[in-house]
């Protein structure tokens, strides 16, 4: 009997619409374990997870019958609803058109967990806009700037 054995390991960065820095700590506290439970049912599974008030980073093990496209639609679409009926109840939470992935070795999995569990840390010395260029940079993607996520807020 033949079988598919994989290892697929991507990180994902959602940002908050207009960058607004909706998701304080009560909101991070729901909606961590309620992303994990979404992933969890499409069959993928979070490694690491880190809510920032305007932006979020996931490290998923990847299902082979999955794609990062799918798996964002419904983690946005869902993870939106559940905000927006728990936290506000008129509707003004969504995230950003789009997403950043990027896809590690089994090697770089361990750094790249820890980076993201020690996010209230590192962007204590660096802005999200630095953050996101500079993974766009050293994973040699070709970007423009008018696509990017919407910086207008920040300094």
Known sequence: MANTYSKILLHFVLAVKRR???ISDSIKEGIEPYICNIVKHEKCLVIAI?????HTH???RMSPDKSPSD???V?????TKFINKKFFPTNHFSWQIGFATFSLRENESHIVRKYILNQKEH???KSFKAEYVGFLKENEIEYDDKYL???DDEK
């Open 71 to 73: 798996l964002m639609r």
């Open 58 to 60: 996931i490290l998923v």
């Open 20 to 22: 607004r820095r909706l």
């Open 149 to 151: 996520f919407d910086f």
């Open 75 to 79: 983690v946005k679409s869902e993870s």
């Open 123 to 125: 962007h204590s010395k």
């Open 50 to 54: 880190y809510c920032n008030p305007d």
